[in-house]
């Protein structure tokens, strides 16, 4: 796909959470697996900016008409309850942001200002998130290319949601209020590629800090994607940054598939779509359909709409679309004509509602199966979609999905949800207070990349992948503690790779555990061959290296064990010596490394069997006496 052909056009927010204490309280920035006990129900209500509008978004989750719990936890106060009023600003997350933006080459700003920003989908106790502005018009130099960071800002993380239930919502308060430093970019990233490569240098610039956390879920993205003739579209909290080119790839094929659909309907001549529903619940009295049968015993009723012009757009295309608005309004789902006959709906049932409806051959229809205010307010919901069909992509903010598709969520926020925050003091940042933050900047990625190359000899590409995952501070300390910065290397970026995709926490082994299982490498406890066995035993069960390297039996073996094991697997390999001489070296060598089993380095182990095979060689058959 030819994406600067289409008009691509990619923008990036970062939100990374930093690693203090939480922003407008005393407790604790991590999160709990077991919480307090204490549980309380909130409902959030929109409210009018200070201009008196409501934010189309905040309207649109009031709709949803839910219930919130939240479940307190250890290092959660009154202040994340919002039972009392935020404390002073954490000044050391403050420290960090500016450091953020001085790194970004950003102007920070006299005075940090918070506001407050409206948010009732539950995220948040109050119905608002607390967000302060830092610095403006920052840049990022990616592969020759200049990012633009016109903001950047500082603002508590939002609540962890667990889970939901009918018109119930689960949040836990472990991460509310956890300090998030917000990076927007300019929309001048134009393939999707480019726009990973330019996550993962916004990711390593702010780990260079060495006061961020790290982990799933510690960094998030809002990517924001459009085409030529299309729209604005955020896909809200990425949380995977390799994923993004996926995200924008799908995302463009959405728009175009959508001005595909918009511009066959112009071609029908479809210029409106209707608003009469038809209640068709005595055509399902007998029917076989488990959904429809289930909402008529409740009391439930099945409504009809008519689409005129849309048969073959819906199933693949419109049809998600508008189950999703749907939902909106608390149904589990629709059935569209596209796929119908299907689940339980037979083709005599599918004709007595196209009767019902008077639709002809070129008209499509909806169904709704559910309580009748419920299967109302979806058609209203569904009706400005399909409306919005007619003229293409409506901007939106859609949730990304693990493999790389989104699902609708709610339209795009505007500056209506934005007010003053009265609890929190203007802070007045000062020039010696920058100047004290300048003196103490860290690296660059770019001149810590080049650096690790040249003082520890592996290549370039390699310290870069290092940098761009965090992992070079590690690297570097125990390669320079221990030596053999190419293997250390190679477990951080390969092993750990390798280990991740099996399904291990390999980011949960601590630091030291990673150094002592290089000291006892040091001290020939085990042969390196043993090292990704060892890592893995560690990942496992959450050992120590010593530990790993007791339940494995892997201690380095001696040089006469070895020659034992080697003459050994000679002997047994007699004919394939006789047939294949000195080539048979080779395999006999993938014998012995599987018989020493990383308790000896295979260098060792080549020098040991090429002497033995090499003077097994040497040897003269003796010749036998004959019989006289």
């Known amino acids: ?29 991590v999160l709990v697996e077991e919480p307090g006990g204490i549980r309380f129900h909130r409902r959030l209500r929109p409210t009018q900016s200070e201009m008196g509008e409501i934010d189309a978004a905040a309207l649109e989750e009031a709709k949803r008409r839910l219930t919130f719990v939240y479940e307190a936890t250890p290092n959660s106060c009154l202040v994340e309850a919002d039972e009392e009023p935020p404390h002073a600003p954490n000044p050391e997350a403050l420290d960090i942001a500016l450091e953020i933006a001085l790194l970004l080459d950003a102007d920070p700003v006299n005075e940090v200002d918070f506001m407050r920003k409206i948010v009732i989908d539950g995220s948040n106790t109050s119905g608002f998130q607390r967000s302060g502005l830092v610095a403006l018009d920052g840049r990022l130099e990616v592969n020759g290319k200049r990012i633009g960071v016109p903001t950047i800002l500082l603002e508590e993380d939002a609540a962890r949601k667990l889970g939901e239930a009918e018109a119930e919502v689960v949040y836990r308060l472990d991460r509310l209020g956890i300090p998030l430093i917000e990076i927007a970019t300019t929309p001048d990233i134009e393939t999707p590629e480019e726009a990973r490569e330019v996550a993962l240098a916004f990711g390593s610039l702010l780990r260079a800090t060495r006061n961020v956390k790290r982990g799933i879920g510690t960094i998030r993205e809002d990517v924001n994607v459009s085409i030529e003739g299309g729209a604005r579209i955020e896909i809200k909290g990425v949380q995977d940054l390799r994923l993004i080119a996926t995200f924008v790839e799908k995302e463009v094929e959405r728009q175009v598939m959508l001005l595909g659909v918009a511009a066959e309907l112009k071609r029908r001549n479809i210029t409106s779509v209707p608003a009469d529903l038809r209640d068709l619940t005595s055509l399902f009295r007998e029917t076989e359909s488990k959904v429809v049968q289930t909402a008529l015993k409740k009391g439930g009723v099945v409504l009809g709409w008519a689409l005129p012009g849309f048969p073959g757009l819906l199933k693949g295309k419109l049809g998600p679309e508008l189950a999703a608005h749907a939902r909106i309004a608390g149904v589990a789902g629709i059935f569209h004509s596209d796929e119908l006959p299907g689940y339980g709906i037979t083709p005599s049932e599918l004709d007595a509602v196209r009767k019902a409806l008077g639709l002809g051959a070129s008209d499509a229809c909806v169904l709704v199966a559910d309580d009748e205010s419920k299967a109302r307010a979806a058609f209203e919901e569904m009706g400005s979609r399909a409306a919005a069909a007619i003229r293409g992509v409506p901007p939106e903010t859609r949730e990304p999905r693990p493999d790389g598709t989104t699902a609708y969520s709610r339209p795009l926020p505007g500056k209506a949800r934005m007010y003053p925050e009265t609890d929190v003091p203007p802070i007045r940042i000062t020039t010696e207070r920058l100047r004290r933050i300048r003196e103490h900047l860290p690296e660059r990625p770019d001149v810590t990349i080049a650096r690790l190359a040249r003082e520890y000899g592996i290549h370039e590409q390699q310290t870069r992948q290092l940098v761009q995952e965090g992992s070079d501070a590690a690297f570097e300390m125990i390669a320079h503690e221990f030596g053999e910065a190419k293997l250390v290397a190679s477990v951080l970026l390969y092993t750990f790779g390798e280990l991740r995709r099996e399904g291990f926490d390999v980011d949960e082994i601590p630091l030291d555990h990673l150094r002592e299982l290089f000291s006892l490498l040091k001290a020939g406890r085990f042969a390196k061959e043993a090292t990704p066995e060892l890592v893995r035993e560690m990942a496992r069960t959450r050992s120590r290296a010593s530990e790993a390297l007791a339940v494995l039996g892997v201690t380095r073996m001696s040089r006469e064990d070895l020659e034992s094991i080697v003459d050994e697997v ?25 018989r020493v089993r990383g308790r000896a380095d295979g260098r060792l182990v080549s020098e040991v069997l090429h002497a033995h095979l090499e003077a097994q060689l040497k040897e003269k058959p003796k010749g036998r006496k004959k019989k006289g």
């Open 1 to 29: 796909m030819d994406y600067r052909a289409l008009g691509l056009k990619v923008g990036l927010e970062l939100h990374q959470q930093l690693a203090t204490r939480k922003l407008f309280c005393e407790c604790e920035s």
């Open 570 to 594: 000679l002997r047994a390999s007699h004919d394939l010596i006789s047939a294949r001489g000195d080539a048979a070296e080779k395999a006999l060598m993938g014998q012995v490394m599987e």
